[in-house]
């Protein structure tokens, strides 16, 4: 190794520096607005809405975390967001094991027919209007179901399984039928601690998935009982001198005086971009080890 | 089966659970989700009847008078109708172009990253330049308008700074170079994650190959242009291919939460102005023929693209 080391001509090493440079680079311009929401959300407000934190944060307080909960439907917006990424991502899961466990079934009524049935749907779409009018007969506008359902299946997981599944002995299955046992109970205590791993993977997924939904907050939603917490960051934005004056009126007596803690848009809208993010960088680490993963058992199909 | 029927008091019991009743049971047990794949996905087809009525929010379809095909010569009979679809069809070309041109950087990047010498700094750029591809783009809104902003964002604060500008600049709200920034903004996003699938495909490729063109004299960059790159190929060919069968659906939020007053005349892709029209305006009959317009028109270039596939490669994409 030193050998070769020893050999490197000057433009390997010049092309090594260089190489080291750029990925320098790319990686602050993805890693640096992260960084400059955080450090202006713990920041004295009147510098960070005016511009002057962007390399350490100035005079750091918490208060802006706890103020923004006092913001008209930022507590309910969280509430939905947190039911909605835990139901919704609960039911994705189950149903993609119970699918692709059941599709795995080599005597499944008509199984090629219904697998494409459900498969296909991955390719066409009636498009956004006419899908905007079914939830809208289906009575699934201003309904929190709109949030879950049709998440529920989900034919790229349920792909997922069923490869997964296929590449597992069948031996053991056959064994547990021979002792008598039921689909269900074959499901609950063969297959899935088989699974685990690829319901990890897709248990993230679903997650970050319902997490950073907005679209259809967007479509589905005027009752803001129901918005999310994406879609009342988007708002908060957009609002921003609206907002000022709502703020104003919800700060507590003895921060309204304060500058650095009175809370403006900026504020705001960082503070609250920050705890939008904070849970997928809470989750990223796993994210992380169960994404190469999926990719490869996904990469297998596609 | 054999063991079932060499034993005398199983039969009874197998015939219960033989596999073709069992088949029915699988059945059955999937067919509420059955079912949910119906109401969501093969129902709305129904809802492309509502492009041969004039229906209006908030009416009852039946109580619409039926137009027939009125909708359809609608989109083409008059000068500002046309010029209003030739406008969004121009910005989804490209959009969805420039994305196309730019799916060759993560292999760029693949290759590059894979030549860093330190195993450790190859693991820390993947981690963090993957990041932004988890975060949504109401957030990626927010940075942009956190860093970016008019008199506040630090982006402003550096040029005037470094004396490249003068007086700032309001990138967000300008409608200028509009399509560069949202194919930069996706390249922002993805360009980690589209890379991780090119470092699978290179851990794929034989080793031997490596040692072979070694001993044959091969450099770094002969080892990258005639190993490295051609073994990247068949990931880099079905990913173009979905890439040009999703030509037209370019998705709506992105441009959705970017879009502003100075820039919407560009920003208007076809997705995005499907949703202005129909949701914004109420236009529903016509919102509905460009989307159904634009689903068989998307559908037969998945064909043609699955087609094409199967003649080069031999495999189908789908």
């Known amino acids: 190794m030193s050998l070769l080391h020893y050999k490197r001509k000057p433009g390997a090493v010049l092309f090594d520096a260089l190489n080291v440079f750029l990925f320098v680079v790319l990686t602050f311009l993805c890693v640096y607005p992260f960084y400059y929401l955080i450090i202006n959300s713990i920041s004295a407000n009147d510098l960070s809405a005016a511009g002057e934190v962007y390399i350490i944060p100035l005079q750091v307080h918490l208060t802006n975390y706890r103020d923004i909960l006092r913001l008209d439907g930022l507590y309910q917006a969280l509430l939905v967001s947190v039911a909605r990424t835990v139901l919704g991502s609960a039911c994705t899961v189950l149903a993609s094991a119970f699918l692709g466990f059941l599709f795995s079934k080599q005597n499944f009524w008509k199984r090629k027919l219904w697998y494409r049935f459900v498969v296909i749907t991955m390719y066409f779409n009636a498009g956004l209007i006419p899908v905007y009018m079914n939830m809208h007969s289906l009575g699934l506008t201003n309904n929190f179901l709109v949030y879950i359902l049709p998440a529920i299946v989900s034919p790229f997981n349920i792909i997922l399984v069923k490869t997964y599944i296929e590449s597992t002995p069948l031996s053991l299955q056959e064994a547990a039928q021979i002792d008598g046992a039921g689909v269900l109970r074959i499901f609950a205590y063969i297959i899935l601690p088989i699974i685990l791993p690829i319901i990890a993977t897709i248990l993230v997924f679903a997650s970050v998935g319902q997490w950073n939904s907005f679209q259809d907050t967007l479509l589905y939603m005027t009752d803001s009982k129901l918005y999310t917490l994406q879609y009342t960051l988007y708002r908060y934005i957009n609002q921003a001198r609206m907002l000022a004056t709502l703020i104003q009126e919800s700060q507590s007596a003895d921060v309204a005086s304060d500058l650095m803690r009175q809370m403006n848009p900026t504020s705001v809208s960082m503070t609250v971009s920050v705890v939008v993010i904070l849970p997928i960088l809470f989750v990223y680490p796993f994210l992380q080890r169960y994404i190469v993963k999926g990719i490869l058992i996904g990469a297998i199909k596609g | ?318």
């Open chain 2, 1 to 318: 089966m054999r063991a079932s029927t060499k034993a005398g008091a199983i039969p009874s019991r197998r015939r219960l659970t033989s596999p073709q009743r069992e088949g029915y049971v699988l059945f059955a047990l999937a067919l509420p989700f059955l079912a949910l794949v119906f109401l969501f996905s093969y129902l709305p087809l129904w809802g492309w009847r509502y492009a041969l009525y004039d229906y209006l929010p908030g009416f009852k379809l039946e109580n619409c008078e039926f137009v027939g095909l009125k909708w359809f010569q609608f989109l083409v009979s008059n000068k500002t109708q046309v010029d209003e679809i030739l406008r969004v069809l121009r910005n989804t070309f490209a959009i969805s172009g420039l994305n196309l041109l730019t799916s060759v950087l993560p292999i760029a990047f693949a290759v590059l990253l894979n030549e860093l010498r330190s195993d450790r700094m190859k693991r820390v750029v993947q981690t963090l330049t993957t990041l932004p591809h988890f975060i949504g783009w109401v957030l990626i809104y927010s940075m942009a308008y956190a860093i970016f902003s008019y008199n506040t964002g630090v982006f402003n604060k550096a040029l005037l700074a470094l004396n490249i500008l003068d007086t700032p600049v309001n990138w967000l709200a300008s409608g200028e170079h509009i399509w560069l920034k949202m194919c930069a903004w996706s390249v922002w996003k993805n360009i980690g994650w589209n890379a991780i699938m090119y470092l699978a495909a290179m851990a794929g490729i034989d080793q031997e190959l490596y040692e072979a063109a070694t001993v044959d004299g091969a450099g770094r960059f002969r080892k990258i242009w005639h190993i490295t790159i051609p073994g990247l190929m068949p990931t880099f060919f079905v990913l173009l291919m979905m890439a040009v069968a999703n030509f037209l659906n370019s998705g709506m939020e992105q441009y959705y939460v970017f879009q502003n007053a100075l820039n919407q005349k560009s920003i208007e892709v076809l997705d995005l102005y499907v949703y202005n029209i129909g949701i914004g305006n109420g236009t529903i009959p016509l919102a509905t023929v460009v989307s159904m317009l634009k689903s068989i028109v998307s559908l037969t270039l998945l064909f043609i693209v699955n087609g094409l596939s199967k003649l080069t490669r031999g495999e189908t994409i789908i």
